[in-house]
């Protein structure tokens, strides 16, 4: 059999969240066979092989990946959480090291796919320049995406398999109950306020209101993720993945309050976390009303990624024009991105 004949194999850790869901429906859609990574025992799913591997343990990690002796691709989007960003680095490192240097003992590995963000340019650490370009120079402290990239560039000198950092902005995604799904908690918002007989009123601050964020639909995502995976020019190389499109919150809000039919009203600084625990009996109340199938809010939502993100007061944007430059040329429409991921949301009764 022929390197051109050779079957492409996925393995896809962080298969259930945001990211990694939709690039599984994608590389499956696409004709791939494709293996989930999970720490704990997953339930059968119709195509998809599930592995149960501890990432954090090298040793029992070696022993879940050494029968993956086909794998060629690595799709890495899990990732750890901790209560700053220096305990956060070598849990994640740690992780991503066990499982490529697992994969490469076994496997003919042709490229590994680390999804990455805005925190390489410094966006969690306040204003920062934008747009951010992939040639930005690197921001000193404690990371992990950074400390990720740095290890697997490390890593590949001299090797055969090749690596590639994808860099999304906030992500649309029609998957429920994650709890960094910014449509998501809007939509929740904008049902609670309807009840409530409320205008939509921006949560954050008059700057925050002014400032641009850029957004990354999902299906976009999978299908740029999978473009640089199998692309030759892609080798090495990291790329910001946008819509390509830029809005402003005093743009884009009003066309959300007018898509579920609700007034407009200025920014003030609200918790998205506070307001769905106040509110959570008038979602129980929606839910029986209207038949849907979660009564309780905060499974649906804590609102914590929401507040996150409606508290920056600095624009958080990128440059995406080097990954249009070196082939991939598809483009979303923000506003539309969100529309159709409200009308999902409904078709699915998550929302009333």
Known sequence: MTQRETPRVALVAGASGIVGSRLVKTLLDNKWQVIGLSRHTAAPTDNLMTVKVDLLNAQQSARALQPLCRVTHIFYSAWLNATNWAEMVEPNVAMLRNLVSGVERVAPLESVS????YKVY????????TPARESDPGVPGAEFNAAQLHWLSDFQRQKSWHWRALRPGVVGSAASGNAM????????????????????????????????????DAALLAEATLWAATAPAARNQAYNVTNGDIW???????????????????????SFQQLFADYRATWRTLAERYNLPQADILQLSNGQFADFVFGWDYDMFGDGSKLRRAGFTRYCATDEMFFRLFTQFRAARIIP
């Open 122 to 129: 410094g966006a969690h650490l306040g204003a920062f320049k």
């Open 248 to 270: 402003r919150w005093s743009e884009l809000w009003p066309q959300i309050a007018r898509w579920f039919e609700l007034e407009c009203a200025p920014p003030v600084n609200l």
């Open 114 to 117: 680390l999804m990455q963000g």
């Open 181 to 216: 799904n910014l449509a998501l908690s809007i939509a929740l918002y904008a049902s609670l306020c309807k009840a409530e007989r409320l205008p939509l009123r921006f949560p954050g601050s008059a700057q925050t209101w002014h400032s641009i964020v850029d957004h990354t």
